[in-house]
């Protein structure tokens, strides 16, 4: 079902690490976490490394034959290096500051599929099969005014963008990333429009919110505090759409003045995709678990995320791809064998990007995909 390996190119020294989801005759995915080993290079060439290792990933197997969808630059100083990262034919390409912390100056992930078209179109990049469209937006951003107003700017630039597909974000957007710079002190503008923009649409409590990560991060954009990357999907039913909150170990977000659903999982009839937003260790009440001890942040964040899968029908063993943040980089190689330990040969990154409440030091997110589809619907 999931194959997960690792492969190192020798003269690259540049290590993949590959999550495939492959059914007979269907449409296969791959998510795969690229990591440049730091031999104290600049950051062009280990940049340069990772490109010649995305080219050679596409002519060997698994990925051969296959198209990338979208990739997310992880990198260590926007100002200097956001220039370098050129654009892709047709895949959407996202690049923020968040430095890894294996010492690089670079990582990437890449989505890909194989089996599906792949087409840029309006500025966005699509995955068509079977009557559906995937919609991958990455990296709008406005560097006018404070978080607030360009909070209001960027989710009005998607919304114009969705609406050449004849979609809108209250019933298409699935999944979004609000990179926020200086999250300590910004990230309250951009949590108030984007509970403005979502009361507009139609969007409460008593309605449905969206997977979504608010973390801190520098936008590719100078003088920009906030971006935004997001993901749609049109030609669903609305049943196909389910949120997930495990209320036995988390809060409703809404409970803490913040506007998104803890996970979101879609339904094919032959698989399941589920996002799991940035979850961090809090409990039913809204509060900070283990305020100070990152190992034990670690666990319970582990068990909310368990949960939340478990509700959607799925667990750790479908988990496609991991992103950790960090607070603190002196937790990094603390928290790194713990994962290694947990999450053996699953595709991750870890990063420097403070999360959005001081207590925390260690939020994740993931991916996963089940074999358990619905027959009532089409396939992926």
């Known amino acids: 079902?999931?194959?997960?390996?690792?492969?190192?190119?020798?003269?690259?020294?540049?290590?993949?690490?590959?999550?495939?989801?492959?059914?007979?005759?269907?449409?296969?995915?791959?998510?795969?976490?690229?990591?440049?080993?730091?031999?104290?290079?600049?950051?062009?060439?280990?940049?340069?490394?990772?490109?010649?290792?995305?080219?050679?990933?596409?002519?060997?197997?698994?990925?051969?034959?296959?198209?990338?969808?979208?990739?997310?630059?992880?990198?260590?100083?926007?100002?200097?290096?956001?220039?370098?990262v050129p654009k892709e034919d047709t895949s959407a390409v996202s690049v923020i500051q968040q430095p890894v912390l294996d010492g690089s100056k670079i990582a990437v992930w890449i989505y890909a599929v194989k089996g599906a078209s792949v087409c840029s179109l309006s500025g966005a990049t699509l995955v068509e099969h079977n009557g559906y469209r995937h919609i991958y937006k990455m990296g709008i951003a406005d560097?006018?005014?404070?978080?607030?107003?360009?909070?209001?700017?960027?989710?009005?630039?998607?919304?114009?963008?969705?609406?050449?597909?004849?979609?809108?974000?209250?019933?298409?957007?699935?999944r979004t990333w609000f990179y926020v710079r200086d999250v300590d002190t910004q990230y309250q503008g951009m949590v108030k429009a984007r509970k403005e923009k979502f009361a507009g649409m139609g969007l409460t409590e008593k309605t449905h919110y969206i997977a979504s990560t608010g973390i801190g991060g520098v936008p590719s954009v100078p003088n920009a505090i906030v971006q935004l990357d997001a993901y749609a999907l049109t030609g669903f039913n609305s049943l196909q759409q389910n949120y997930l909150y495990a209320y036995s170990h988390l809060s409703p977000t809404h409970d803490y003045g913040v506007t998104f659903e803890r996970g979101t999982y879609i339904e094919y009839g032959d698989r399941k995709h589920l996002f799991i937003s940035g979850t961090a260790s809090i409990?039913?009440?809204?509060?900070?678990?283990?305020?100070?001890?990152?190992?034990?942040?670690?666990?319970?964040?582990?068990?909310?995320?368990?949960?939340?899968?478990?509700?959607?029908?799925?667990?750790?063993?479908?988990?496609?791809?991991?992103?950790v943040y960090l607070r603190d980089m002196g937790d990094y190689a603390t928290v790194r064998k713990m994962f290694e330990e947990r999450f053996s040969c699953v595709p991750a990154v870890y990063t420097l990007a403070p999360v959005c409440r001081t207590g925390w030091l260690v939020e994740m997110e993931c991916i996963a995909i089940s074999r358990n589809g619905n027959p009532q619907f089409r396939d992926f």
């Not at 560097?143 to 209250?170: C, H, P």
């Not at 509060?287 to 799925?314: I, Y």
């Open 143 to 174: 560097s006018n005014g404070d978080s607030y107003s360009q909070t209001n700017s960027v989710m009005d630039t998607y919304g114009r963008l969705l609406s050449e597909f004849n979609a809108d974000i209250a019933s298409n957007c699935i």
């Open 283 to 323: 409990d039913n009440r809204g509060d900070v678990v283990h305020p100070g001890d990152v190992a034990k942040q670690t666990f319970r964040m582990w068990e909310n995320v368990e949960k939340l899968l478990e509700e959607g029908g799925s667990g750790f063993e479908d988990i496609m791809q991991i992103i």
């Open 1 to 84: 079902m999931i194959d997960r390996r690792q492969v190192y190119w020798d003269n690259l020294y540049v290590k993949g690490e590959i999550s495939s989801f492959v059914l007979p005759g269907k449409v296969e995915e791959f998510h795969v976490m690229l990591h440049a080993e730091p031999r104290g290079d600049s950051f062009e060439s280990q940049l340069g490394r990772i490109r010649q290792a995305e080219r050679l990933l596409f002519e060997e197997s698994p990925l051969k034959g296959g198209a990338m969808v979208f990739k997310r630059c992880f990198i260590s100083d926007a100002a200097n290096q956001h220039s370098l």
